[in-house]
């Protein structure tokens, strides 16, 4: 995918057309590869840029003091991530790693924000994609305090599936279980519990919602 195309995704993702804000963002964005295991910032970082992926997996995470790293995030194709650069005085608020080979779109904060303040419907755009992800924390909180590891992973595979209730698990088994809090161990004997109760099949890394 080159650039022009990238771009006409990322607009079509937040339903904006818009020729000249089409040649603005060209201006103000570059493409970037990742490759698997590939940092893209720290936390506590100073930095100018948010990402949007056009294709991969970026982790989103956070170390504590004995080192220990903890998921906050698992950024996938067509979300957009660090926008909090925007509003925090440049500073990365979490690390940002790859996971598996991704492309995306680098955009500078600074002057996206000029671009946001002279057009309010790209601004009312990017409040309903923040809008969306405060919900998904949100939910994510409310899951980990208050559902058993069965429950959560039933719920997680369910809002991955497609409208055939397939789910692929492309990453990585210990990327998964830490985005959900679990151990890799707890999610392996997990899966084989909801897997024997009938709840799903499984065939390799395809997974099939039968309730």
Do not use: C, W
Request: glycine share 4%; hydrophobic share 40%.
């Amino acid at each position: 995918m080159d650039k022009k195309e990238a771009l006409e995704h990322f607009l079509q993702v937040l339903n904006i057309k818009d020729e000249q804000f089409f040649k603005d963002l060209n201006a103000i964005s570059m493409l970037i590869t990742k490759h698997k295991g590939e940092v893209l910032f720290l936390e506590g970082e100073k930095g100018e840029e948010l990402f949007f992926i056009i294709n991969g997996a970026i982790k989103l995470f956070k170390t504590n003091k004995d080192g220990k790293e903890i998921t906050i995030n698992i950024a996938q194709s067509g979300e957009l991530f660090a926008e909090i650069v925007l509003f925090l005085e440049n500073r990365y608020p979490v690390s940002a790693m790859a996971i598996e080979d991704s492309l995306l779109l680098s955009i500078n904060a600074f002057r996206m924000f000029e671009k946001i303040k002279e057009s309010p419907a790209f601004a009312m755009k990017l409040l309903g994609m923040f809008a969306r992800r405060l919900s998904f924390l949100t939910e994510k909180i409310k899951e980990i305090s208050t559902e058993d590891a069965k429950e959560r992973l039933y719920n997680y595979l369910k809002k991955l599936s497609d409208e055939n209730g397939l789910v692929n698990l492309k990453l990585p088994k210990k990327e998964i279980s830490s985005s959900i809090s679990m151990s890799p161990e707890t999610f392996s004997r997990t899966l084989k519990k909801l897997s024997d109760e009938g709840y799903i099949s499984i065939d390799g890394k395809i997974i099939k919602i039968l309730k």
